[in-house]
Every structure is written in C-alpha cells, then in structure tokens.
C-alpha cells in the first residue's frame, strides 16, 4: 500500500498541539478592513481549534 498524501494546503492552514487538538486561524482578517470595527479586527487575530465535527476531515488531510 502506498504513503498517504498530506494535502499541502491543509498543511498551511491547520496545526496540531501537543494535546492532539488541531488549531486554525479565524477567516475575514485579509482585506476589507476599514468597516471591521476595532475589537472584531482584535478578536480575529486570535486562533482557535477545529470544530469536533470537522475534527475527521482535517485528520484525513494531515495524516502526519
């Protein structure tokens, strides 16, 4: 059976802690930012983890 491929775009975007959850950047922080108010610009800075119920599809993407 052959290697299984990393999707390298995912490999970009998602990281895995030291705890096995999967960690991502909030979307809508590119362009566009004149009429985003302060506190959201601030709040989308932050990272947050993967949904549990995303959790399978982007374990399938990241097998290393």
């Known amino acids: 059976m052959p290697k299984m491929k990393t999707n390298k775009g995912a490999a970009k975007r998602f990281k895995k ?3 096995g959850k999967i960690k991502r950047r909030k ?3 590119n362009h ?4 985003k108010t302060r506190k959201r610009k601030r709040n989308l800075r932050q990272a947050t983890m993967v ?3 995303d959790m399978d599809r982007v374990e399938a993407m990241l097998p290393y």
């Open 17 to 19: 802690t030291a705890t």
């Open 27 to 29: 979307p809508l922080k």
């Open 32 to 35: 566009i930012l004149t009429k």
């Open 51 to 53: 949904h549990k119920s």
